[in-house]
């Protein structure tokens, strides 16, 4: 990098905060009354500056790039899987051009390569990220419908309320139920209670619960969150032998779900990827992949530029794009004669970044 330019991260530039908010706030179009700092809490707040990364002009002080990473582990059946999740990343016009976005994503994905499985981000610019190597992936379903208010016969049974203010009763329950079905149905966000912390800070997401005659929470959703996700259930929770039900209620309103396994009539959804993903680490993405196809699928060889996979199944060796591959383990595009995953991934909302 030319002497100009130093890349850092936000914790050594405390200072600068407020021009990287405001960097990506502009390069979002974001403005009042959202607030990126509130809606993407885990990414900014505090104790995750270390892994805000910056360019920035050494001569003026300037912010020249941003690229925010947020280590997360994925969790299925209790088995767990490093992945880092990336956003926030904008860089500034007077700067754009001159390759130093390469060298900062490049930075953070070689930064968070060694104990990562996946990388994940979300943007509309697949061709951009399709350099770096990310692919569109996941199958996620996004219902048709454009309420921009929640059917009655929702309302009528959900009580509106929000993670921060909940009981701490209440909030057990939800945990649990996240726990114990969202983390055994889907490959999900592990939530520690620190992360569950981080979330009740997301203000602009409400939180509806569902409550039989003894108060229990039966089911639980949560809608809305800043800019792009208003009128949008982004995360669903229900108890045992609730989901059919659920799931039919809220597919009245707008919803985002994994498609797979989800025996939703898909007449009234759209198909949509649920991320960019990106294989980090060779040998733990070999582990990722493994899993998930229960082994009928290995990994034998894995080539640097995740261009190519080479697989082994019964014996029989394929030869593949790493895209294919991935929208094969991930969805929504699956190859016939591969193993099918054994578990859809499910990023809720909120944890997106």
Not at 329 to 338: N, R, S, T
């Amino acid at each position: 990098m030319r002497d100009n330019f130093a890349i850092t991260t936000l914790s050594k530039n405390p200072n600068l905060y407020q021009q990287v908010v405001s960097l990506i706030e502009e390069s979002f179009h974001y403005s009042a009354p959202y607030s990126f700092p509130i809606d993407f809490y885990p990414l900014m707040n505090n104790q995750n500056w270390h892994n805000n990364f910056l360019i920035i002009n050494k001569q003026d002080g300037s912010i020249v790039s941003h690229v925010g990473a947020l280590p997360k582990t994925l969790i299925h059946n209790g088995n767990t899987f490093n992945v880092t999740l990336l956003g926030g990343i904008a860089t500034s016009p007077v700067y754009r051009g001159g390759g130093h976005f390469d060298n900062l994503i490049n930075t953070v994905i070689n930064t968070f390569t060694k104990e990562s499985s996946l990388f994940i981000l979300w943007s509309d610019l697949t061709e951009m990220y399709a350099k770096y190597g990310f692919i569109p992936a996941g199958d996620q379903l996004e219902s048709k419908h454009s309420n921009q208010q929640l059917p009655n016969e929702i309302t009528k049974n959900y009580k509106k309320t929000s993670l921060f203010t909940l009981s701490p009763k209440l909030r057990d329950q939800i945990k649990k139920i996240y726990d114990e079905i969202t983390c055994s149905d889907f490959l999900t966000i592990s939530r520690a209670e620190k992360s569950w912390e981080d979330l009740s800070n997301i203000s602009s997401t409400d939180l509806y619960i569902e409550q039989n005659i003894a108060g229990e929470i039966l089911s639980y959703f949560m809608i809305n969150k800043g800019l792009d996700l208003q009128n949008v259930i982004h995360e669903i929770g229900y108890t045992n032998k609730q989901r059919k039900r659920v799931l039919e209620l809220l597919s009245t309103a707008k919803i985002w779900f994994p498609g797979l396994n989800c025996k939703l009539s898909r007449t009234n959804f759209t198909q949509t990827y649920t991320a960019l993903l990106r294989p980090g680490n060779t040998e733990l993405f070999k582990d990722l992949v493994g899993y998930l196809t229960d082994h009928q699928v290995e990994l034998t060889s894995f080539t640097k530029s995740n261009t190519e996979a080479l697989i082994g199944q019964n014996d029989e060796m394929f030869t593949l794009p790493t895209s294919e591959l991935i929208q094969h383990i991930f969805g929504p595009h699956y190859i016939k004669g591969l193993a099918m995953p054994i578990a859809p991934i499910y990023i809720p909302g909120c944890d997106s970044i």
